[in-house]
C-alpha cells in the first residue's frame, strides 16, 4: 500500500535494546503533505489491512512527525 503511494520513501524497522519483543516502525515521506494526501485517500483501505493482521502485533500507536536533520 504505502509502496504504491507517492512520496512514500521507505520504512524502517528497529526492534528495542532491552525487549526482544518491542519493535519501532519509522515510515518515511518525502514531505509532510504526501504523508497527509496518503492518509486521506486511503484510510479505508489501511483500516482494513490493520485489522486483517492484528494478530500479528499487540498495538500500533503514532508517536508523531519529525524532520530528518541532515
Known amino acids: 500500500l504505502f509502496e ?3 512520496g512514500y520513501a521507505g520504512s ?3 526492534r528495542g535494546a532491552d525487549d526482544s519483543s518491542c519493535y519501532l ?3 518515511r515521506w ?3 503533505a504526501a504523508y497527509d494526501l496518503f492518509i486521506f485517500t486511503n484510510q479505508e483501505t489501511y483500516k482494513k489491512l490493520n ?3 492484528s494478530h500479528l502485533y ?7 512527525a519529525f524532520n530528518l536533520m541532515e
Open 12 to 14: 524502517y524497522l528497529h
Open 51 to 53: 485489522d486483517l493482521l
Open 58 to 64: 499487540q498495538s500500533e500507536e503514532r508517536v508523531g
Open 4 to 6: 504504491k503511494s507517492e
Open 30 to 32: 518525502e514531505s509532510r
Open 25 to 27: 516502525v519509522i515510515d
